[in-house]
């Protein structure tokens, strides 16, 4: 087992558990091999960086919707890399291209490199919020962008703590089907 | 948007998730298919009505085993299907053994018997009314079994919408066994195995639709 694996792995572990600070190092780390992974799979088809860096953050939101599908008995790599190419699949489709140009990958080629490099995405998550419902909008955006506790953001929204939590749950699933209608070409 | 933004967006008050939840859900959907099907048959179909001889409970018995045991296989495989690479851990030979089996146990009764009782062994009295019931009857069980599945987070789409068709036969045929009449291997074989296929056969044609994320 390689370090990579094995402290990916632990940071997940934490991860699931609420930690907030091992969620965002996995999720910092995740994204600079998803990088690096995905703008040398759209190379071959033509398409840039922004692409790349749109896919990075449909594959990054994913992780964090998903996370509480990894099972700890399993190691990480192969979860990691079946979102990334199923991420890069549904891309592909969306926008016609076809998987025959673009290289077959293993299972450890998503952790193999690293690229810091961030570019800006095409869409911005406060303008995408607004099309959400209203609760779910109100929820992402106390908590998530200002900062508030669920407590806090139930007072704020007029709902229930539970309601809170569902409705940031649901919210993210609908802003990830968003992004993904928007990076349609 | 840059992506370091959204990642702390992200990781402003992470809950603590359920590991559980994947397994919980799928067991859910097995229970409810389940009621429902048991359901569906008592109140549409009735349950066979000479129950308590030794034979009739018999081939009830044989044919819960192997609905049973093509359902238990096939809610293994898919738990492990709904999650991402889960289809690493997945042997369809394994869930393909409960027809294996009863195509045997089938062969072997067709052998012992004189070739003048095929024909009514194989096609009973009602293999149309079991063709149609048991697609039938899945119907909702498959629906609650892809809610569950929803839930999660497949990768691939096609196996996992075949597994949740199989699991939905099965429950199907568990279901229509405790009303259906027609006592010899052969037919089980033919008019359950065949059935069920067909449900598979229809979740994984399903399944990319259904299934997205």
Request: hydrophobic share 50%.
């Amino acid at each position: 087992m390689t370090t990579t694996e094995t402290e990916l792995k632990a940071l997940m572990l934490a991860s699931q558990e609420g930690d907030a600070a091992a969620h965002r190092l996995l999720l910092e780390r995740l994204s600079r091999h998803l990088r690096a992974y995905y703008k040398g799979k759209l190379v071959k088809i033509g398409q840039g960086a922004a692409e790349a860096e749109d896919l990075v953050q449909e594959a990054v939101l994913a992780i964090h919707i998903q996370r509480h599908t990894y099972d700890p008995e399993e190691p990480l790599t192969p979860w990691v890399h079946a979102v990334a190419r199923y991420k890069l699949i549904d891309f592909l489709r969306r926008n016609r291209a076809s998987l025959a140009n673009v290289p077959i990958d293993e299972a450890n080629e998503v952790t193999a490199n690293d690229d810091h490099l961030g570019t800006e995405s095409s869409f911005d998550l406060r303008r995408l919020l607004k099309h959400l419902p209203e609760k779910m909008q109100c929820s992402i955006e106390a908590v998530k962008l200002d900062g508030l506790s669920v407590a806090e953001a139930a007072r704020r929204c007029g709902i229930s703590e539970s309601g809170v939590k569902v409705n940031i749950h649901r919210g993210l699933k609908a802003l990830a089907a968003l992004i993904a209608q928007r990076t349609q070409t | 948007m840059k992506t370091d933004e959204l990642i702390t967006a992200l990781s402003m008050n992470v809950e603590p998730v359920n590991r559980r939840l994947v397994d919980r859900n799928v067991g859910l959907a097995l229970a409810v298919g389940m009621v429902v099907a048991i359901v569906i048959t008592f109140i549409v179909l009735g349950v066979r009505t000479d129950l308590t001889t030794p034979r009739a409970m018999i081939f009830l018995f044989l044919k819960l085993t192997f609905a049973i045991g093509t359902v238990g296989a096939a809610a293994v495989y898919l738990a492990r299907l709904a999650r991402p690479a889960g289809e690493r851990r997945v042997s369809p030979g394994l869930a393909a053994l409960p027809f294996v089996a009863i195509l045997l146990l089938a062969g072997i009764s067709l052998g012992q018997a004189p070739s003048s009782h095929w024909d009514k062994m194989v096609m009973g009295n009602d293999w149309l009314e079991c063709l149609i019931s048991i697609p039938i009857i899945a119907i909702v069980p498959f629906a609650v079994v892809i809610w569950a599945v929803r839930k999660a987070a497949p990768t691939n789409l096609v196996r996992t919408g075949a597994f949740s068709g199989l699991v939905a036969g099965g429950v199907s045929a568990i279901g229509y066994a405790l009303h259906c009449t027609d006592d010899s291997l052969p037919f089980v074989a033919l008019w359950y195995g065949g059935p069920i296929v067909l449900c598979t056969l229809a979740g994984a044609i399903l399944g990319p639709r259904l299934l997205r994320w």
